[in-house]
């Protein structure tokens, strides 16, 4: 497990507020949309198209797309993802690179449309080439100064061969988040080498900005392992 150590003070405030709801005259929904059928299939091998259609079982929409969506490897144009009824789609801008496998996480973006029961953690996954990479990688952030664990802490896979300063200039080519203890995790990686650098990145742009965003980083490169 690769453990960071990444200097951060945050102070938390809880707020709690009381909400009325109606009278509701039949049993609510509480079940999120369903999968039906891909076009193309999931997990898909020799992917060469340039849209994605996915068909729910009931109405969808999507919340918060921007920042609960992530594409790795990162492309430099996000994909177009549109809602059409039961149907999600999503069209690529760009050509992607060859023999790589595409991650498509859509975090908690996916609800159905009355009662925004959310679809937690979709992913589509799809391999340009003969196969699909399958190694992780995953390990923990802790506060430098109090040893507890940081969440919300963007951490990111680069090149081996990238220089220092790409954390300033370029998006990671892999990208996680961690959770509320602390954890990362990378899946569908292939068998390569990384550096890696946790960020505190509080405008989202997934790059580093300076010294208002704290940052973390390992000498040694990490590689990935088997599941």
């Known amino acids: ?25 039949g049993k609510k929904d509480i079940t999120p949309p369903k ?3 891909y076009n193309p299939e999931n997990a898909s091998l020799n992917f060469n198209t340039k849209t994605i259609e996915i068909q729910f079982d009931e109405y969808i929409s999507l919340k918060d ?12 144009e996000n994909p177009e993802i549109q809602t059409q009824g039961k149907k999600l789609k999503i069209t690529f ?13 859509f975090g908690n973006a996916i609800c159905d449309l009355n009662e925004s029961n959310t679809l937690s953690n979709f992913e589509y996954i799809f391999s340009t080439g003969s196969s699909i990479d399958s190694l ?35 998006k990671p080519l892999y990208i996680s988040r961690t959770n509320a203890d602390g954890n990362f995790a990378f899946s ?28 973390a980083f390992t000498k040694e ?6 599941p």
């Open 1 to 25: 497990m690769q453990k960071l150590l990444i200097y951060i003070c945050l102070v938390l405030f809880g707020v709690r507020c009381a909400q009325i709801t109606p009278l509701s005259g």
């Open 35 to 37: 999968v039906l059928s």
């Open 65 to 76: 797309v921007g920042n609960q969506f992530i594409i790795t490897p990162q492309v430099k």
């Open 93 to 105: 801008n760009e050509t992607l690179l060859p023999n790589t496998t595409y991650k498509l996480a």
């Open 136 to 170: 992780k990688l995953y390990g923990n952030i802790l506060n430098s100064l109090d040893k507890k664990p940081e969440s919300q802490i963007l951490v990111g896979l680069y090149s081996k061969d990238a220089i220092d300063s790409i954390v300033y200039k370029e």
């Open 188 to 215: 569908y990686l292939p068998n390569t080498p990384f550096k890696i650098v946790a960020i505190k990145d509080q405008n989202k742009n997934l790059l580093y900005d300076g010294a208002e965003e704290q940052l």
């Open 221 to 226: 490169l990490v590689r990935p392992g088997d």
